[in-house]
């Protein structure tokens, strides 16, 4: 704070005359300013619009390339750019005209470098909080040393390393449920809708790269509850764009992928069923998989590389379940237990007649208006996973970028001859008649055997 009762002030700045620029704002101040080089300090002259009296606040911001240490031979191409290692000297600013001037230094460091103290004088070491206030909450990061002057005739060199950055993680996956469902298709062959939900932390990472059986066949993606446009990238991985977090914060966030694929192993007798687990390029914390298999088949023990269990133990945090509300249909409530059964029907149904057709795409299948398609893109539909049938479940922590494969030997159910519904035919007559002479049969038998006894 500066007491005045002039319409001008002054400051000078004895850094040697080789700040790169300064920037000055006062409260009435003009947005010019003039300077007067001289030979070791510069003078920067601020000029008023009307008389300032009272105390007022004045910022000078400047800036100073780092000088080579002592013996140390600067880079060749200092020239064009400073170096990122070597001396930092303090710029000394000071007020002409005034008699007293007291104040506080403060050095912090807003990238990844060391900042050691080599030379000081006129001034005397503090701790950080005995700073000021208003000086403190200016600082972005933390305050490496401090400094209290009782007079602007001071020095401050520092030593400043730049080492190496050591690559770290900027994108995870907290949490992965995925739910594969395998559908009988009659005859042919079989086919599977695979589920993923997501929590995923992120601060840069642009795609969410994902590795997809040869025969998937996207229906959706969804990114905190909105529907994006995936991308497949050289290596025909599937490129889903992820939110980036803001504020220095890294907010979890959710994100679907529904797709759906066609193993090639037809469900009829006996066989094996072949389930492959999609692979991130994330990190993944923690992953939970559910395989619902057809109910009229019998199952032998999986093969693969994950351990499964007899139910779940890991519930999905708040994030997940509000992201599975937001995509299913709200009524308010409890949905009725009949209407309940009316869309599992609903759904099996529509999943039965969707699988049995060709995967057509949507420029081929749907008139699309080609001037606005060019400009926005086809966007998927909101779509979530089915979960009908058998269901099994298997856990894993701690995967990356690892690829599995599920083996479920299974073996049809056959209705017996008793079982199996017949309709009225010429043979009915005999097929009643038939079994009256075994009944016949059977009750002379017992009473032959009764006869003999006695």
Partial sequence: EVVSHRAASAASAPDGGEDDGADLSASGSSAGSSAAAGRSRRILRVHHQYGAEGSYVMRVG????IRPLDG?????????????????????????????ETGYVSIEARTNVEVNERHRFGCTRVDCGETPSGLQHRASNAILHSYKFLSPAYGLDFEVTRHDDVQVLVAVIDEAFITITAADAGGKDCRQVSHVHLLVRNTVTQFLRVSLPETAHVWSTIVKGRVVKPARDRDGRLMVPLEKAGGGTDAAFAVQIVYATTPHVRMQGSGELVFQIPECDLPINSLSLTVYAPDNFTYGEFGGDLREIP?????????LIQDDNDSNVDFGGAVPQPMQRAMVQQQAQGMSNMLTQNFISNEESVPVNKSRSLQRGVMPVRTTGLKVGKPFYFERLLIHQESFELRLPFKEKRKSFFDQRRINSPFSFLYYLFFFIIALFVLYAVYQYRHLLL
Avoid at 74 to 100: K, M, Y
Avoid at 311 to 319: G, Q
């Fill in 72 to 100: 140390a031979s600067p880079p060749p191409d200092s020239a064009a750019s400073p170096a990122t290692s070597g001396l930092a000297v303090v710029p000394c600013v000071r007020l002409l005209g005034v008699e007293r």
């Fill in 311 to 319: 139910r779940p133990t890991r519930a999905k945090s708040a994030i």
């Fill in 62 to 65: 400047c800036e100073s390339n």
